[in-house]
């Protein structure tokens, strides 16, 4: 679904293209050959059997395609400051225990002085740091006390250097990104609405994923499928198997899990941390972020199909139980005994 044939962008503005999962239109094992495949999707097209995937317009393709690169460089980077703090550990330097931020600009200024000179480690540090850091000169003077060899003063040059260069470029792709994405500025600012979406590049994420125009999917719990965020069908002769969610949305289901697992912990939307604590208590922390995902999208897809804000108010009324409910005795042993109960006869 993810790799587009580049007949599709050819012939795109020329006429309907059905792009088709190779999953729903294979041919029967046994009976298998590139002619007879050819012949059994033709089949199935002339008689409306080929479900096509979602494919986003090119402006939105290629919007996805510079948000997905941006997530590569940011995984890079991620893994220069790692190998940055595995070098600094293994010479005995420890900033990483005092300093909340190793690449902070008071760190960076220390660890450019060590490698200045990594044999001298009785600099002074107070001219290199600043603020709140002063409060820190002990800790910091003993954490700077190790060893760099000269291989490893190397090593971290070349790693520092990579990283700078990396957030260099990963700024010149952002300027890119921002460009492209002042056409869906409406869309955008909608989405920041929803609670935990406060970084602009996370909101452009979900648009570069999920287009702008919601029309393409029937309902919210088809875009919650196509995002891999919906529990599967598995059920044979009366027993239902796994459940689990499927592997799609692989670029937008962590965004939206990360954006949960946020959220939760926030007391600013009861509405939210109240329906993640009902779940946790039933089925566990990792069931109920993946409910709270499916719930997040699920209003994204609400606000740009309706073009309205969030709207917490809607999910408070849906809290509130009704006055009238009723259970039988029957039920009520059995959600008892689901709670952990157990059931005793009442005293004569």
Known sequence: REILDPSFNILEHSCNITLAHPKYVKAIRGKKTDKKDAQWIADLFK?????GSFMPPLPIRQLRDLMRYRFKLTNFSSSEKNRLQNSLTVSNIQLGNVVSDTFGKSSMNIIDRLLDDPHDTSFDLEPLIHGSMKGKLPELELAVDGLITPEQAGKIKVIKQHYEDLETRKADLESIILSLAESYSEEINLILTVPSFKNLFSAIVVVSEIGVNMDVFPTA????????????NNESAGKKKS??????GIYIKPLLVQCATAV?????HPEIRNRY???KRRRGHKRAIIAIARMLLTAIYHILKNKEPYNPDLYKKSDIRPVDREITVEQAISLAKAQGYRIMAAAT
């Open 243 to 248: 459940v689990r969610i499927s592997r799609a």
């Open 277 to 279: 604590l009902q779940l």
């Open 47 to 51: 008689h409306d059997l080929v479900a």
């Open 221 to 232: 719990k088809h875009l919650c499928s196509w995002a891999g965020l919906t529990p599967t």
């Open 264 to 268: 939760v912990k926030s007391e600013k």
